[in-house]
């Protein structure tokens, strides 16, 4: 679209600035899945340029696709991360059970050790350690942290409806942005005062630094797993 006159410009760019800064306020919860869509449509682009080619330019199939291989790459690992973080908790939850009841033998062999070796202890012979002192020890840790446990679990139910919208929100700018990327670019260099040569640089440049930023985090994110492993 051409502005021709410097007050019809200024007048445009007002009313960009209004819509802005409504949409903020509309929008405002929701910031942050919209510029993980489009980040994630900028680490994705070239799958689906590689998708389009395979279906002969349809947008169609190659956005389908480019979305079943976006859940391959970031959510599936993601369920599966949630899935071994439950079963943890619930065998940890299982153990403190165990605890609790006085039914874990290893717990009475130990203490039973424990004591022999105060026992042996000169000035320490007087101290001697019960199951039911470490019981009630471990009640009072347990307690708060299954009370807080509980407390996410209500507000992840009661959250449900939001993370719905916010994923309806993030495949529509997934549906949206791929087929449309090019259009997308050439909007914000006719929205743009500078040349369209410099508006490509800038384009450019914050392409590159936001993909290497996201691979930044990844490498970071791998290398603390591995050590935390080790």
Do not use: C
């Not at 050439?186 to 500078?194: A, G, N």
């Amino acid at each position: 679209m051409k502005i021709r006159t410097e007050e019809g410009r200024t007048f445009f760019y007002f009313l960009l600035l209004a819509a802005f800064v409504v949409s903020y306020f509309l929008l405002q919860d929701y910031l942050a899945t919209i510029v993980f869509s489009i980040v994630v449509v900028l680490m994705f682009k070239p799958a689906y340029d590689r998708f389009q080619k395979w279906f002969r330019g349809r947008e169609t199939p190659a956005t389908l696709a480019t979305v079943a291989l976006i859940s391959l790459t970031l959510l599936i690992p993601l369920f599966l991360i949630i899935n071994i973080t439950v079963n943890q908790a619930i065998e940890f939850q299982q153990q403190l059970s165990t605890l609790v009841v006085g039914k874990n033998v290893n717990l009475t062999n130990m203490i039973t050790h424990i004591n022999r070796l105060l026992a042996s202890v000169p000035y320490l012979d007087q101290y001697q350690i019960t199951e039911a002192e470490i019981v009630e020890n471990v009640r009072g840790v347990v307690e708060p942290v299954a009370t807080f446990l509980a407390n996410k679990a209500v507000s992840l139910g009661s959250s449900s409806a939001e993370w719905v919208a916010k994923i309806i929100i993030f495949l529509s700018i997934l549906a949206v942005l791929f087929p449309g990327y090019e259009r997308f670019i050439q909007l914000l260099k006719d929205l743009s005062p500078l040349d369209d040569r410099l508006d490509q640089r800038y384009i450019d440049r914050m392409t590159v630094m936001t993909k290497s930023m996201v691979k930044g985090v990844f490498i970071i994110a791998f290398v603390q797993g591995v050590v935390t492993g080790i």
